[in-house]
């Protein structure tokens, strides 16, 4: 069975761009979760979808977004990019809402 | 967002040595207690889970001991190797309700 895949694995952007990044979760699994992972720092809490819906958003400005489509893949849409939001992105996907979520590679964003 | 403190920073233990990781957490609604294995360029993986319905849970060389009335967790493991050396992470939900909160990552070396 499949894991959670992301894309890009890389992606350098310049100040000011957008950038999207993309999940699929597990086969069967419903809920996505992404999370930023600055360097040094933990997994700092995002977004998170579940039956297309968004069902909590971290302390994040609103210029980072995201959707689930109906086939529970979800990307996630940072606009007007700074310097600051280079980062690891990591997306991960549970069975159960709040349990078990199973991570993705991650997508490495870079703002130049 | 409830917080969840992870201590230490980093580690170094020799090979054979029996690391300890701790973490603490505020939310006495938290029901779900996970750790997180994370090596360099790679996404978190799931190492270990508890309840607060039991005191410890063993798999293979990993040790969760929790505590519930100091809402204290911590990480064991026994008869350490170099491989093991990664950054580990703590983390809680509601399941059900919230999203993981993750601690801050401890990085751990197992020098032979």
């Known amino acids: 069975e499949a894991g959670v895949t992301q894309s890009p694995t890389h992606l350098i952007k310049t100040r000011g761009q957008q950038a999207t990044l993309r999940c699929s979760p597990i086969?069967?699994?419903?809920?996505v979760y992404w999370y930023q992972q600055a360097l040094g720092l933990g997994l700092q809490f995002l977004l998170w979808y579940d039956e297309g819906e968004e069902r909590n958003r971290g302390n994040f400005p609103p210029r980072f977004s995201g959707r689930q489509f109906p086939n529970y893949s979800s990307e996630l849409n940072v606009n007007a990019l700074e310097l600051e939001d280079s980062a690891l992105y990591l997306c991960a996907s549970s069975l159960e809402q709040g349990l078990t979520a199973f991570f993705g590679q991650g997508t490495r964003l870079t703002v130049v | 967002q409830q917080q969840v403190k992870q201590s230490p920073q980093s580690l170094i233990v020799q090979k054979g040595g029996i690391p300890i990781i701790n973490c603490a957490y505020e939310n006495t609604a938290f029901d779900y207690f996970p750790w997180y294995q994370q090596f360099p360029g790679k996404g978190p993986a799931l190492l270990i889970a508890i309840r607060p319905d039991v005191s410890e849970k063993k798999e293979g060389r990993f040790t969760i001991s929790f505590n519930k009335s100091a809402k204290q967790f911590s990480l064991h493991i026994m008869d350490s190797q170099p491989g093991d050396s990664a950054t580990y992470f703590c983390a809680a939900s509601m399941s059900g309700n919230t999203p993981l909160v993750f601690g801050k990552g401890t990085r751990l070396s197992v020098i032979a």
């Open positions: 086969s069967g699994h419903t809920s």
